[in-house]
């Protein structure tokens, strides 16, 4: 194995504010909900990618708490493009082809496997405005046709993904 020039995504400043708000969102007690579950099988489909899935990141970690076309559950935030995503909570992050571009080419969760050639997430900004993770659709090819109809969808999967979440959050508190 050789050295890669991969660099990771910058950690935000608010990172001790935002890690909290994972926290108490309760998003990692929410691996496979059902309501969730539903919502990344229809981006999955609506967007036609092959994968989708709720990542929530935490510490050093990328949780994928729901996800469709995905086996690994798990992985490095340092590798996790999803870590890009959060760093801009008010924008869909979109990679067209992560081989081609010169941010992502040596990413070793990209080229072992080759796994994610395209990659799209909307930040999931909660009430108080942290991003605590990311609704991602992405695929094994890479696609240039992710424009705003797409993003928009995807924008709205993540407030849903946000409302669910609060609903939970609620009935926790309740029972």
């Known amino acids: 194995m050789g050295i890669t020039v991969y660099a990771p995504a910058p950690t935000p400043n608010?990172?001790?504010?935002?890690?909290?708000?994972?926290?108490?969102?309760?998003?990692?007690?929410?691996?496979?909900?059902v309501v969730l579950v539903d919502l990344v099988e229809q981006a999955r489909q609506k967007l036609g990618t092959g994968m989708a899935a709720v990542s929530i990141l935490s510490q050093d970690w990328a949780y994928l708490i729901a996800v469709s076309g995905v086996?690994?559950?798990?992985?490095?935030r340092r590798m996790s493009l999803c870590g890009h995503a959060i760093i801009t909570p008010r924008d869909v992050f979109c990679v067209e082809d992560a081989r081609a571009d010169p941010r992502f080419a040596d990413n070793?969760?990209?080229i072992?496997?080759?796994?994610?050639r395209f990659y799209a997430g909307a930040p999931l900004v909660d009430a108080q405005h942290m991003p605590i993770g990311a609704f991602c659709v992405f695929d094994r090819t890479p696609?240039?046709?992710?424009?705003?109809?797409?993003?928009?969808?995807?924008?709205q999967m993540a407030d849903a993904v946000i409302a669910r979440l609060t609903?939970?959050?609620?009935?926790r508190s309740e029972g």
């Open 108 to 110: 070793p969760l990209l």
């Open 167 to 171: 609903v939970r959050r609620a009935a």
């Open 143 to 155: 696609r240039a046709d992710f424009g705003a109809y797409e993003q928009m969808h995807l924008k």
């Open 71 to 76: 086996t690994s559950r798990t992985y490095s």
């Open 14 to 33: 608010d990172e001790a504010a935002r890690e909290r708000a994972v926290i108490a969102s309760g998003a990692l007690d929410a691996r496979d909900d």
């Open 112 to 116: 072992d496997g080759g796994q994610v």
